[in-house]
């Protein structure tokens, strides 16, 4: 008998490897898929803001730089750039969007914020890029005396900046001497200084005929409290006018009559003597021959 033949151990057959590009893409097929929308899509928005992205970036005449914009309304008594340095201190120089809904109150806040700009009147903007700004500005009405050179007020007393004058600029207005304060903020603020508010209104209220009657300098005598005021001139020429205007003691004249008499002085010269004080604070009958009263010292 035959025996059947042995089978033995069959031999392990590798399976071929299964490799190459197809068999990656097989497997991966969701993954590539959702690649391929991403990729697509970035494209795509690449491919759209390159076409508005010039239309979307502000155009150059849609930019206010400074040489547009125009100031009116600079007096002549101010010398210095005043556009320059508002638009410089309020970092606005290096152009801005002119749709910008806040451009026009900006622009108003640099120009208030100059010193010698009392009121800002008005801004408009237009196309192309442009600007138009109104200002009133203040007005200097006396030199303050001080330790080392003058420094000019305006009516109200607010300190202007004083580089704007020479010496022979500030020669041409009235000086207030007597005053021992020191300006209590920077230029474009009030001195705060009731003597240095008095004395601005005084030189406003004399106004032309300082130099008419050769008036240089104005000065406080008497106490606080019951502070007046005398006016001079080349020596001797010294005018008690009285209390500040508006400021008057109950019986003296106002002020508006005090320059009524200056004015007749003005025209008529022999009115009165130079060599001798003038009282404005006696009544217009018996001011030439009334001298000026004892002042109590401060």
Known sequence: MVAPPRRGRPFPVEEPEGGGIGSFLSEHRAGLGAVAVILAAAVAGWVIWSRVSESARPQPDAILLPDAIELRGVAPWVRSDLKAEAIRNASLDGGLPLEDPELARRLARAFE???????????????????????????????????????????????????????????????????????????????????????AALAVAVGPEWKQLGLTECRPVGRPGFRRWELVGAPPRTILFGSAPGREAPGEPLAAAKIARLRAIEADPTAADATSPLDLTQEAGDAAATPIPSIPSP
Not at 164 to 179: K, M, N, Q, W
């Open 113 to 199: 914020m100059h010193p010698w700009v009392k009121l800002v009147v008005d801004v408009s903007l237009r196309h192309p890029a442009a600007a138009t700004v109104e200002v009133l500005c203040r007005e200097p009405v006396a030199m303050v005396g001080v330790k080392g050179g003058l420094l000019a007020v305006d009516a109200e007393g607010v300190v202007l900046p004083s580089g704007d004058f020479t010496a022979e600029s500030a020669s041409l207005y009235p000086r207030i001497s007597g005053v021992e304060s020191s300006p209590q903020g920077p230029e474009g603020s009030a001195w705060g200084d009731p003597v240095v508010e008095e004395g």
